[in-house]
């Protein structure tokens, strides 16, 4: 075994051996793969091994598409072998209006995938699969790229292939110990010796938890048991002459696939599912299986009865029941562990054969630092020290049990929560707020009225859009107050804390004390890593604020980058709380809450300081997302609830409205406004994002000379700003298909009804050359085809004359 290697990977299984694999063909080759069993040990090798094209997440429906392409297409060429994989194509079976409307958003998505979608009709389906009943079926979804594949029959040949170029691996070898040198570097103690690594990977599936204790990374996931069961031979299978499609549907909750001449029935049961080794995983543990319990399938199976009655007719074979990991948000782990330097998890996959070609972009990231894709939904560390044990089985529970359930923009379930709370969380109850989640954080989404008490899971417009309407006009016309303390918050002080962010924000940082800034951080290729605003409250102390699904994420991010600046950088998220109060009236209410000057000669837009509300110190600053004259206020955490109440007890005679997040994307759609997530993504820099005011390359700074090189070359993308030209009650939701003439053109990135003006918008990346005021384009909604036409101005007050007023 090597002494010294420039990555470590620890585990064998599809995720480990594939990224092992595509780490080779980057050029990197000094790799050290350690298993402690034998390759595809722990869950690979017990899987069913289902590839689908059938994926809400546009980041998954891409890694899901190669991985086809690479099972299918590229391992074949590379052997010289035959493909094992059986493309039998896959149905996917709907019953209700939500999933109608579900499959056309995920239709209109395929196409910048590129791979086939196709809704067929119950005809069409019996042609594809006669055994199947479909007479209840309201949509049907037909993937013909997707199939299946023996999980041993690609892993060991990608292992192969890594061997042949250089990679060693360490089979029945067991990591004990992984310690940080002085050096940066990784001491990876095994039972048969020591290595020394650059980077080290946890790819070790059910066992992560254990290998990320050993350098005190908390991995949220929990293994659930899963079983399968195969059949005897059918004989109607028997004579059909070709193979089945894999067929899935939300009513049984099962996947139904072909083997052999029998049938594979594997059921997510909708409740009683259970996890397990939830106190630690036993070492030995290693390709085992637990004993069968059909009772707990029993009510899933009897409706799989129903909708293929000959799985009836034939004995069971085999029941295969084995562990499979599960995240809370049933989302791989990929990327840098938050705190560390050159530690990676690669692991939590509950489809691991599927997403197996992930190891192309986990290679990429760790190579250049920046993927193709937009990682950012796999991103590790989108959860925190939060996302304790409790909560991890709660929401893998709920992941399990919902694996096959209609998906809808405004899903609002209740498991694990709550978690993260603001201090004005139980006050805006009281008031009818209704929450969601971001990352753990309770975030006010709309507030109940008599008109509306609860939205249905819907991709139309829901019984809160009226009421959305009225919050949004209460802000246009007299004020409206938001509970922001939902976002991360930083300080970054220390002599050196100005030169620490100049290298890293490609806009020039605020010049003067109580100035505000927007930068984007970009990584050395250009991808956006962080968006924030940049309060300069000293030459050495600077006010920053980003995403709270990027706390950890960004925090990380100038931790790596802080080298020899003298800097600190200290994460205030749960120690500063805010608010926005906004719109014509609120000056006049914060003016009364106060003695000191808040005209707008004394405290003009982008400027901050502090002044005293009641007895308590705030730092205001002038800015609003929301596109009205506005403020921001922030606190001491203890402080908001008495300042939030002394707002709306003066605010009462100046129509103060609670709003929440609908509206909030509303207004800020209105102003053409960017969103971290939707418009700014990693595999996009701020010059395709139209930011280029807000980026000084007169100077250097991380992403600099791509930014340039971006500049010169022009690139094939540019964002667009779509004001719609119907009423269809439908908006866009991010990555629907953009059309000109026909032509498929782009794509959009998100969208919402603006209330203020009362036309629907989205922003959409289309191809440059097309960008010009008034092209008209229709895009593929949930619900149809919707028409449009670009503009190049904000919709709502584009002079800022409103902000600045």
């Known amino acids: 075994m090597k002494s010294h290697a420039r990555v470590v990977i620890i585990g064998g299984g599809s995720l480990g051996v594939n990224l092992l694999y595509h780490l080779t063909k980057e050029g990197w080759t000094d790799i050290a793969l350690v298993e402690k069993g034998e390759l595809t040990s722990g869950s690979t090798w017990h899987a069913a091994g289902l590839c689908s094209n059938f994926i809400g997440n546009m980041t998954v429906a891409q890694i899901h598409d190669y991985t086809i392409k690479l099972y299918n297409e590229i391992l074949p060429e590379e052997t010289g072998q035959a493909s094992s994989f059986h493309q039998t194509g896959s149905l996917r079976v709907g019953y209700s209006k939500v999933e109608e409307q579900w499959f056309r958003n995920l239709e209109s998505r395929a196409k910048n995938v590129g791979f086939e979608f196709n809704l067929i009709s119950k005809q069409e389906a019996r042609e594809r699969n006669p055994l199947m009943n479909f007479d209840k079926a309201r949509v049907i979804v037909s993937t013909p790229n997707d199939g299946h594949v023996d999980p041993t029959s690609v892993v060991m040949p990608l292992s192969r292939l890594a061997r042949d170029n250089g990679a060693e691996i360490n089979r029945f070898t067991r990591v004990t110990a992984i310690n940080e040198l002085p050096s940066g570097e990784w001491e990876v103690v095994t039972d048969k010796g020591t290595i020394v690594a650059e980077h080290v990977v946890n790819a070790a599936g059910c066992f992560a938890r254990e290998v990320g204790a050993m350098v005190g990374a908390k991995i949220p996931l929990t293994n659930l048991e899963h079983q399968y069961l195969v059949t005897e031979t059918h004989p109607d299978i028997e004579a059909l002459g070709w193979e089945l499609p894999v067929c899935r549907d ?418 800020r759609m209105e102003k053409m406004y960017r969103a971290y997530g939707g418009e700014f993504t990693e595999e996009i820099s701020g010059v395709e994002a139209g930011m280029e005011r807000f980026i000084d390359t007169s100077r250097d700074f991380i992403g600099c000379e791509s930014i340039k090189q971006r500049q010169a070359e022009g690139g094939s993308i540019a964002l667009a700003y779509l004001l719609f030209d119907d009423d269809i009650a439908c908006e866009c939701y991010g990555n629907e298909a953009v059309y000109h003439n026909g032509d498929l053109i782009g794509l959009t990135t998100s969208g919402a009804y603006g209330h203020r003006i009362g036309k629907s918008l989205a922003f959409a990346y289309l191809k440059p050359d097309l960008i010009s005021q008034g092209l008209e384009v229709t895009i593929d909604t949930s619900v149809g085809s919707r028409a449009a036409h670009i503009e190049m101005d904000a919709a709502y007050d584009a002079a800022n004359e409103k902000l600045r007023s």
């Open 250 to 667: 939300s009513y049984s909750s099962a996947y139904i696939r072909q083997e052999g001449l029998g049938f594979l029935v594997g059921p997510y049961e909708m409740w009683g599912s259970k996890p397990w080794a939830l106190n630690g995983m036993d070492w030995n543990f290693d390709r085992e299986l637990f004993e069968p319990d059909v009772d707990r399938l029993m009510p899933f199976l009897e409706r799989c009865f129903e909708y293929l009655p000959k799985f009836e007719e034939v004995g069971v074979k085999t029941i295969v029941n084995g562990p499979i990991t599960h995240t809370p948000d049933d989302n791989i782990l990929a990327g840098p562990q938050a705190g560390l330097r050159n530690f990676w998890n690669l692991c939590g996959a509950s489809i691991g054969i599927a997403q197996g070609g992930i190891g192309k972009y986990m290679a990429q990231w760790m190579v250049y630092g920046q993927t193709e894709l937009n990682m950012a939904p796999l991103d590790c560390r989108r959860f925190g020290d939060w996302a304790d044990k409790k909560y991890c089985i709660i929401k893998a529970i709920e992941s399990y049990e919902l694996m096959y359930a209609a998906a809808a923009p405004n899903d609002n379930r209740p498991h694990g929560r709550p978690m993260r709370t603001s201090p004005l969380y139980a006050r805006l109850l009281e008031k009818g707020c209704v929450h969601g989640v971001v990352q753990g954080y309770e975030k006010a989404l709309w507030f109940k009225t008599g008109q509306a008490q609860r939205e249905s899971p819907t991709w139309a417009h829901s019984e809160a859009h009226d009421l959305v309407g009225e919050e949004c006009r209460a802000v246009r016309d007299s004020a409206g107050i938001i509970d922001l303390s939902g976002s991360a918050k930083y300080e970054v002080t220390g002599k050196d804390a100005y030169a620490f962010l100049n290298l890293l924000s490609s806009n020039k940082l605020p010049a003067n004390d109580g100035r505000l800034g927007l930068s984007l951080l970009h990584a050395p290729n250009g991808g956006i890593m962080c968006e924030m605003s940049i309060t300069r409250l000293a030459e050495d102390q600077f006010y920053l604020v980003s995403a709270i699904g990027s706390e950890h994420k960004d925090l990380h991010w100038m931790q790596a980058h802080a080298g020899d600046f003298d800097v600190r950088i200290e994460n205030v998220t749960d120690d500063i709380s805010s608010l926005l109060l906004t719109g014509p009236n609120s000056r006049d209410i914060l003016q009364q809450l106060t003695e000191q000057d808040l005209s707008n000669s004394a405290l003009p837009w982008l400027h901050a300081r502090s002044i005293k509300i009641d007895s308590a110190i705030v730092r205001v600053i002038r800015v609003s997302y929301a596109g009205e004259l506005g403020y921001e206020l922030h606190m001491p955490t203890w402080q908001l609830l008495s300042i939030y109440d002394s707002i709306c007890r003066i605010g009462a005679d100046h129509g103060l409205r609670d709003f929440g997040g609908y509206a909030f994307n509303s207004l």
